[in-house]
């Protein structure tokens, strides 16, 4: 016990000599597959995330003070400077109690044309207009003297710790996150929209992943990004170890005042959303959203009634693919060869999820309620009991 917290404490120190926070890979959780460079759903050109993360007060709940423990996380597909560049995209819902505008229109046209942003559910009406305004404010659709848009933003429900009843995310913080888009290592953790999020009996948030691999010697990468606000701790499952069920008695929710509410141990939702460079088609990428859930399920997630799972796919391949005026010419892969795309998915999702727990911290909400962080130390200790820890 005592080498491992003292190899704990190493790694933890080194981390933050560099500045960052420790990630799963960190601590020695074990994953399969190999990762990009950052390990994030920004490892390949054109990708951009960006947050606004709001955290004032702290007390008793005063509807329209707060506390507030809430943002806004903004990812561009092909980058801010880019503008109106739509890619290939689909979405899939494993259970739909929950919100993610525009995506009538990304099934039917086969592109999204917009950035994607992610908030708390209160607060999705205020971040749709804000972002119709900016495409206006910047000429998003460069020029073009008619068009319409259905801008996609998605929502997990905050309101545990977030005065979410107040209505605290404003025009002012969404353009806060797309200004802080930008490519490279991102944040996790308590950051955006995932600042107010819980996950399978521990805090939760904001994280992210990747994956690289060949198909006929060429090279691709997946990234994924969840904001993930889901599961029953009991169903906590980490590198196939039952990690929930192990530290059952161990930091569970402080609950200490209203808003009441009907949710069940296991409510809750994620967001999940996957970017690849590889060249396919909307109904592909149906197919890659619906390997999602393969990946939420591995830690635990359930798909409950009062959960909304709701997940985008896009392509950052065939750049000129979107015209409106005259024919063109696209690649695409076979379905016979997406195997590696299915595989390389899952597990960008399954670490992303994990990473938004580690990098995640204590928070305490409204009127005293607390999530605690999942505790790295214990997780270790639970590994190393199965034989699972990395060396």
């Avoid at 909304?308 to 750049?319: M, P, R």
């Avoid at 909400?365 to 190393?384: Q, W």
Wanted: include cysteine; charged fraction near 20%; glycine fraction near 12%.
């Amino acid at each position: 016990m005592k080498r491992t917290l003292v190899i704990l404490i190493v790694v933890l120190i080194g981390l933050q000599i560099k500045g960052q926070k420790p990630r799963a890979r960190d601590l020695g959780v074990p994953f399969d597959g190999e990762t990009g460079l950052f390990n994030a759903i920004t490892d390949f050109k054109g990708v951009e995330v960006g947050y606004s993360t709001i955290i004032s007060s702290k007390g008793e709940n005063t509807v329209g003070k707060g506390p507030v423990r809430t943002g806004v996380t903004a990812i561009f597909p092909r980058g801010k400077a880019k503008k109106f560049s739509p890619v290939y995209a689909n979405w899939y819902s494993l259970n739909g109690n929950g919100e993610m505008t525009g995506t009538t229109w990304v099934t039917e046209s086969g592109f999204l044309e917009t950035p994607i942003m992610i908030t708390n559910t209160n607060s999705v009406g205020v971040v749709r207009d804000a972002v119709l305004k900016w495409y206006v404010d910047t000429d998003w659709y460069s020029g073009e003297d008619w068009w319409y848009t259905y801008p996609v933003v998605a929502e997990t429900y905050d309101g545990f710790l977030n005065d979410i009843y107040g209505f605290h995310v404003k025009e002012k913080h969404v353009l806060e996150a797309i200004q802080d888009a930008k490519s490279g290592k991102i944040a996790e953790g308590n950051v955006g929209g995932g600042t107010g999020m819980m996950c399978l009996g521990y805090k939760g948030g904001t994280g992210t992943s990747s994956r690289v691999f060949k198909i006929e010697e060429e090279a691709y990468t997946v990234g994924a990004l969840v904001q993930s606000n889901f599961g029953a701790k009991w169903n906590l499952s980490v590198a196939g170890v039952r990690v929930g069920v192990e530290l059952k008695d161990t930091l569970n929710y402080k609950f200490n005042g209203p808003p009441k509410s009907r949710r069940q141990e296991g409510d809750g939702s994620i967001i999940v959303i996957v970017a690849t460079d590889a060249p396919l088609l909307p109904h592909q990428l149906k197919r890659i959203a619906q390997r999602i859930p393969l990946g939420v399920g591995i830690v635990g997630g359930r798909g409950s009634n009062g959960s909304g799972d709701i997940f985008l796919a896009f392509s950052t391949a065939n750049e000129n693919a979107f015209n409106r005026d005259k024919t063109t010419t696209v690649k695409s892969m076979p379905n016979d060869k997406l195997m590696p795309v299915f595989e390389a998915t899952v597990q960008a999702v399954e670490e992303a999820i994990i990473n938004a727990m580690v990098a995640a911290e204590t928070m305490e909400g409204i009127n005293g309620n607390t999530a605690y962080a999942l505790p790295h130390d214990l997780l270790r200790e639970t590994l190393k009991k199965y034989n699972r820890l990395k060396k």
